[in-house]
T-cell receptor, first 111, second 112 residues
Framework: GEDVEQSLFLSVREGDSSVINCTYT??????LYWYKQEPGAGLQLLTY?????DMKQDQRLTVLLNKKDKHLSLRIADTQTGDSAIYFC???????????FGSGTRLQVQP | DGGITQSPKYLFRKEGQNVTLSCEQN?????MYWYRQDPGQGLRLIYY???????QKGDIAEGYSVSREKKESFPLTVTSAQKNPTAFYLC???????????FGPGTRLTVL
């Protein structure tokens, strides 16, 4: 199965909070990342969390990490139409050659 | 400005032709990567390089080739052996392997 899993699609109304979820399988993950991809563009690093942390907040973004359940979430407060994009979760593991990415969650923000 | 550049942004190729996609970084990163992205799918690793003059195959290396003669450059050649090359190609770099990766803007390759 996939090392990193995400739901495919999320739709929210402008001004609401969005929560994008990710699960991973390897407890040896060191860092976990959230990237944003707008149409036709590369991936933009949004934020990351070290595996010994539970939470990280950066302006409208809040990352929660539940290591017991191997669950990572990204909460976007006051979601705007400019937040419409695909969001990728990724993990880093010691000894692995590169990051492992999920398949991405498409966030649609309705006005 | 520090960053990663990819060129061209759009590329069209006839069947049977080889094409080379450019990736340059001025971040002084040791590691560089090439990914392929198909519509509605995640990223798949083609090749990666942890240091100059060294590179390794990723998950889908067949039909592709790379070189790493300079630290700042990691070109990808899509050969005629690649059966379905139409896709969006992303280059990334990191200080070292498994560190935070930074991405270029991508090249969209279309085979006519």
């Amino acid at each position: 199965g996939e090392d990193v899993e995400q739901s495919l699609f999320l739709s929210v109304r402008e001004g609401d909070s969005s929560v994008i979820n990710c699960t991973y399988t390897d407890s040896s993950s060191t860092y976990l990342y959230w990237y944003k991809q707008e149409p036709g563009a590369g991936l933009q690093l949004l934020t990351y969390i070290f595996s010994n942390m539970d939470m990280k907040q950066d302006q409208r973004l809040t990352v929660l990490l539940n290591k017991k359940d191997k669950h990572l979430s990204l909460r976007i407060a006051d979601t705007q139409t400019g937040d419409s994009a695909i969001y990728f979760c990724a993990e880093s593991r010691a000894g692995r050659r590169a990051l492992t990415f999920g398949s991405g969650t498409r966030l649609q923000v309705q006005p | 400005d520090g960053g990663i550049t990819q060129s061209p942004k759009y590329l069209f190729r006839k069947e049977g032709q080889n094409v080379t996609l450019s990736c340059e970084q001025n971040l002084n990163h040791d590691a560089m990567y090439w990914y392929r992205q198909d519509p509605g799918q995640g990223l798949r690793l083609i090749y990666y390089s942890q240091i100059v003059n060294d590179f390794q195959k990723g998950d889908i290396a067949e039909g592709y080739s790379v070189s790493r003669e300079k630290k700042e450059s990691f070109p990808l050649t899509v050969t005629s052996a690649q059966k379905n090359p139409t896709a969006f190609y992303l280059c990334a770099s990191s200080i070292k392997a498994t560190d935070t990766q930074y991405f270029g803007p991508g090249t969209r390759l279309t085979v006519l």
